[in-house]
């Protein structure tokens, strides 16, 4: 199935692909050739991509997926190659984020601090399962 990734800058993806993992708005779905027409909001998560027997993983950061006639056509806000995220930062990002949350004295600071905290806390979770499948078949719940 021909699958299209775009950002608000530009086309990050379009491929085939044999099969997606999506992280939905009530959880996660896979894709596979012929599926059933769906219109689907996307949460921040990881967007898994099969190519053959090779998984690339995404850290997504919502936004809604068109599954029709062979084609996925997703939308995102921002999506990152997991090979690309550095663990390590991510995770501190993750922790300064949610430590300003807790502190924040305003509801805006608050809700900058937690969207900082959902885009950290996706792209911590691709890195994990991006090293932890080193390629092969998704590892969920690690």
Request: include cysteine; glycine fraction near 10%; aromatic fraction near 8%.
């Amino acid at each position: 199935m021909e699958v299209c990734i775009v950002k608000p800058d530009r086309i990050f993806f379009k491929e085939e692909a044999d099969e997606l993992l999506l992280p939905t708005n009530t959880g996660y779905i896979g894709i596979l050739k012929d599926h059933a027409p769906l219109v689907t909001g996307l949460d921040n998560g990881v967007l898994g991509v099969r190519q053959g027997t090779t998984w690339r993983f995404l850290a997504l950061l919502g936004g809604f997926g068109v599954i029709k006639e062979g084609r996925v056509n997703i939308l995102c806000r921002d999506i990152q190659d997991a090979s690309e995220i550095n663990l390590e930062e991510a995770e501190q990002l993750a922790a300064t984020a949610k430590e300003s949350m807790t502190k924040s004295d305003s509801k805006k600071g608050y809700i900058e601090n937690q969207l900082k905290f959902d885009r950290e806390t996706a792209r911590v979770a691709a890195a994990k399962m991006y090293k932890e499948s080193a390629g092969g078949s998704p590892v969920f719940g690690n």
